[in-house]
């Protein structure tokens, strides 16, 4: 019985006599039993069930308050799942009769003989054994007829992503696991279905809901039906991608046409640009490298997006060695502040790589750091911290995706241009960064500031914010940040009861004696004194 869940029994017998002997000297253990009741009648016997349901009830079939076909027929009207065994004091073919008809496992008659009532026990538990897993079989082919898409979905998923080793015995013994029928010496080829993820977000979907509908949409138009098992989604660095497991019997011509069909519809709908790649024949082991191929053909495939790609020819360019971006061109162009022109020049080296197939991801990465350097030096020219600058999440964000498409890369070099011509403008306006700058101060006297800080935040290096300030307010930093911690002093010294170290420290001094000294040369008198001869 070892394995078996534990059960228990509930004794019903007016004797209390034949209760304790069977209570006593069965082993309850030996059939998995850890827990047995007693009932002297039908009352109690109905009591104890509704508390604790039994497993097994052996029960007196004559009793003066009520019988145990009465018990049993109780029972059998709630659809309490209950094995009877009856006891009686002599046969009787009504009885018998009755009880087969309730369905009890077993009729024992009395004198009280152990071995009989311990058969009888046995072949109750064997009869609850066997219900289990009956009902275990019909609930795991329910589970199988409701899931069986589901399971197989989940095997090429693993397939796909190494969660099964690449190894034919491997994958077979995990199709037999799933209960799944794969023929393993069919040859496959892949479909990637790819979206790049800032499509999306440009169009403001949520990507839960894009991932849905792109998937949906492929399995339509590969498969004729939504949600097929062999055509699953997932998403990477920011992109959304669906893959689809072809039989190699499939003409490549129909293949090609569904891909067309789905790019033209991902337009139509989702206002995206999809891309299809289809691979070579592969076997079944092969199908998790194959996918990783597809995945990085994709992410070297800049200039041909909304295409169907075969496996293999996306790989030669016309380049040979490393490209570098005219730089002295675009050096003069920042210098000329002309914006527009900036993007449409860039835009048009790209397009022209484009159509000489030169433009590949290696390049592609050349020129979005050779851009970026002109930008830096643009503004290092210029006295702006670049790498604060660019800080703001739409700068990382826009430049980490920039290397995903042209789209992607036109859409950073012209949030760049425009945040640092239009911060470099802004900039000559004096006025408007020291105001910046005194806003700061006066937000932060309190704090431990220096002219890094005060730097860091208008994006220029401390010794030109220090000429501009100095130029437009005839003040260096430190006295200006001095300023407004004597003037936040001396609002407490005249209004709060405070004692003056603690007035210090709250005006952004952190030493008392420094904030005396200071105090006292700001306003010509100590702050005991101001204390003593302003408040009111």
Known sequence: MKGRKAMR???????????????????????????VDTACNISQAKMLIGENLPDIIICDIEMPKGSGLDLIKWVREKKYKCQFIFLTCHESFEFASTAIDFDAVAYVTKPFDSRKVENAILKAAERIAMEKRLDEYSRYS??????????????????????IFPQLNHIER????????????????????????????????????????????????????????????YTRNDNFYNIAILSAMT???????????LISLCREHLQCEASCYISKQVEIEGLAGTREELEQTDKENIAKRGRVIFQGENQEHGIKG???????????????????KIVNTLKAELERLTRENRLDSITFHCIQHDFMQVVYSFLYKNEVQAHILFLDQTSQKLFKNAENSLFDMMKWAAYITNK?????????????????????????????????????????TPGYLAKIFKAET????????????????????????????????KSGFDNVSYFSTVFKKVTGISPYVFRKEYRP
């Open 420 to 460: 640092a011509i239009d911060y470099i403008t802004e900039t000559q306006q004096s006025e408007s960064v020291v105001e910046k700058a005194k806003r700061f101060i006066q937000l932060n006297y309190a704090r431990d500031i220096s002219n890094q800080d005060v730097a860091d935040h208008v994006f220029l």
């Open 142 to 163: 329910k589970f199988w007829m409701d899931n069986s898409a589901l399971i197989e979905q989940g095997f090429w998923r693993d397939i796909l992503f190494y969660n």
């Open 322 to 340: 490393s490209y570098t971006l005219n730089e002295s061109l675009f050096n003069q162009l920042f210098l000329e502040r002309d914006k527009l």
């Open 474 to 505: 005839g003040q260096y930093i430190n006295n200006y940040i001095n300023e407004c911690r004597i003037k936040a002093a001396k609002e407490l010294l005249m209004r709060s009861d405070e004692n003056i170290s603690e007035i210090a420290l």
């Open 174 to 233: 995990e199709l037999s696991r799933r209960h799944l029928s794969v023929n393993t010496k069919e040859r496959f080829y892949l479909l990637l279905i790819t979206i790049n993820g800032s499509q999306a977000e440009e169009l403001s979907w949520d990507s839960g809901v894009f991932s849905f509908a792109f998937s949906n949409l492929a399995s339509e138009v590969i498969f004729g039906e939504p949600y097929h098992s062999r055509l699953l989604n």
């Open 251 to 261: 003409d490549l011509t129909i293949i090609k046409d569904k891909c067309m069909s």
């Open 9 to 35: 029994c509930l004794l019903v017998d007016d004797d209390l006599t034949t209760l304790n002997v069977i209570r006593d000297f069965v082993n309850w253990k030996l059939y998995g039993i850890n827990a």
